[in-house]
């Protein structure tokens, strides 16, 4: 089991930045596939980007190349989500998502086992 609790969110203005983070309980988070999903009102849950376990893999959306970096601190248990040039379309709810032993090209929500609860990023315009 593993269980993961996002923070970070929040209201920020175009083309600014916000960091999100995701802290995982469990003494093998390193053997976890990494992932942000969001969700839009009224939309579907959306792949945004992927890490592998060892942090050597990455794979992003493409609405969101160049503008976010997923990285993560194994030592704390951490995966962050830095976001920069943010646009009014980026306004959703972020969820982080773990898979063990999963690939950093599985975009699909079901793919994915263990979710947070999510937090919140407005961009306004």
């Known amino acids: 089991q593993v269980q993961l609790v996002e923070t970070g969110g929040g209201l920020v203005q175009a083309g600014g930045s916000l960091r999100l983070s995701c802290a995982a309980s469990?003494?093998?988070?390193?053997?976890?596939?990494m992932v942000w999903f969001r969700q839009a009102p009224g939309k579907e849950r959306e792949f945004v980007a992927a890490i592998s376990g060892s942090g050597g893999s990455t794979n992003y959306a493409d609405s969101v190349k160049g503008r976010f970096t997923i990285s993560r601190d194994n030592a704390k248990n951490t995966v962050y989500l830095q976001m920069n040039g943010l646009k009014p379309e980026d306004t959703a709810v972020y969820y982080c998502?773990?898979?063990?032993?999963?690939?950093?090209?599985?975009?699909?929500?079901?793919?994915?086992?263990?979710w947070g609860q999510g937090t919140q990023v407005t961009v306004s315009s």
């Open positions: 469990g003494r093998t988070f390193s053997s976890y596939t």
């Open positions: 998502a773990a898979d063990r032993y999963g690939s950093v090209y599985y975009v699909l929500s079901v793919q994915y086992d263990y």
